[in-house]
């Protein structure tokens, strides 16, 4: 499987964007994907999380109630819809995803087999 991740940008406090995550593969629908994101002079972390198939999802704290994670399965995509961003949330944001991952490591990035490039956002206050 390929990740292509799009849609980053600059955007100010309060703005909104949406993350594309395309993939290749006929089977993608079957693979649970993640997003995670990275700062300057910080670690990788755990943004969402949708199971594939059943499309049971997961959010870390921080961005619960803003962030909303999607797919489109017959698109090979996933989204993530980001409003009411805030000047922390600028970070290169990743996909990454996995086809037997299980849940209880979503939130772990060496438990993904699959990267994308990464995009960035830009939030300015």
């Known amino acids: 499987v390929q990740l292509q991740a799009s849609g980053g940008g600059l955007v100010q406090a309060g703005g909104s964007l949406r993350l594309s995550c395309a993939a290749s593969g006929r089977t993608f629908s079957s693979y649970g994907v993640g997003w995670f994101r990275q700062a300057p002079g910080k670690e990788r972390e755990f943004v969402a999380h949708i199971k594939g198939r059943g499309g049971i999802t997961a959010y870390a704290d921080s961005v619960k109630g803003r962030f909303s994670i999607s797919r489109d399965n017959p698109k090979n995509t996933v989204y993530l819809q980001m409003n009411s961003l805030k000047p922390e949330d600028t970070a290169v944001y990743y996909c990454?995803?996995?086809?037997?991952?299980?849940?209880?490591?979503?939130?772990?990035?060496?438990?993904?087999?699959?990267w994308g490039q990464g995009t960035l956002v830009t939030v300015s206050s």
């Open positions: 990454a995803a996995d086809h037997s991952i299980i849940w209880s490591e979503i939130r772990n990035q060496y438990a993904y087999d699959y």
